[in-house]
């Protein structure tokens, strides 16, 4: 488990073996939740490597890392960032809405016929059927999800995923700059411009999505307190307004 924007995930982005992962430290939920109260964090952002090599495939690790959380204040704001759990989905996604957690993280990365080459282990209708299981579980908890841009994808392919990330329930949409993190990794297939980023925002919003941040710098944890923030009060700000246009016709 880590905090912030760093990244120890497996796959054809980088670099980074698949092989199989050591034993869990059993004592690390505490000391994530020593750390965030150390460093004063506000916003705390959880996520593993994929373990489909245990039985519960990582689930009871996340749910004590957000109760350890939740210990030090009911203030902290929770983002995980999770796996499929490609055996255990529905009771996975079931266990990590009873944590509550503040928003419920899974990228995508890219369009269904890049998967085998960008997410070989990964399954985009299974992706996609953890937003039903958290919609269907919670109407209080964010669900987010994240693409990068540049590998070879078209406008039509980015705009088919943000229809079905939009129907499945996904909230919060990020979309980045794919860049090659080391000589190994996947090559960039185009620079994306500016422009077109901002386009894919005005698009993604049009379809419903609560909040997107779309540029060539953003990642999965971009400016995560600031953008859930900045929804919160978009959403408490909607509300009032829906109260005050209901108490008008009435």
Not at 7 to 33: H, K, M, N
Not at 151 to 170: I, W, Y
Not at 193 to 215: Q, R, T
Request: charged letters at 25%; one cysteine or more.
């Amino acid at each position: 488990m880590i905090m912030g924007d760093i990244c120890t995930r497996s796959c054809s982005f980088c670099s980074v073996s698949t092989g199989r992962p050591e034993s869990l430290e059993l004592d690390e939920p505490r000391r994530v939740g020593e750390a965030a109260r150390t460093l004063g964090l506000q916003h705390v952002v959880v996520t593993s490597v994929n373990r489909d090599d245990l039985p519960d495939e990582g689930v009871s690790h996340f749910v004590n890392v957000i109760r350890e959380l939740k210990g030090i204040s009911e203030e902290i704001i929770i983002e995980i960032l999770t796996p499929d759990f490609k055996r255990t989905q529905s009771r996975a996604v079931e266990r990590l809405l009873e944590a509550a957690p503040d928003i419920f993280n899974h990228n995508v990365e890219t369009v269904p016929r890049l998967h085998k080459r960008v997410r070989p282990q990964a399954d985009y209708a299974k992706s996609l059927r953890i937003f039903r299981e958290i919609k269907k579980g919670s109407k209080h908890v964010l669900a987010k999800s994240g693409l990068m841009l540049g590998l070879g994808e078209t406008r039509q392919e980015v705009l088919q995923v943000l229809n079905d990330l939009g129907d499945a329930g996904c909230d919060i949409l990020t979309l980045g700059q794919y860049l090659q993190s080391s000589g190994v990794g996947m090559p960039v297939a185009e620079y994306i411009h500016p422009d077109v980023f901002i386009a894919y925002k005005h698009e993604a919003l049009a379809m419903g999505f609560k909040w997107v941040e779309s540029a060539p710098t953003v990642r999965s944890s971009f400016h995560a307190k600031e953008s859930f923030e900045s929804l919160k009060a978009f959403l408490e700000a909607r509300k009032v307004s829906a109260c005050s246009s209901s108490m008008e016709r009435n």
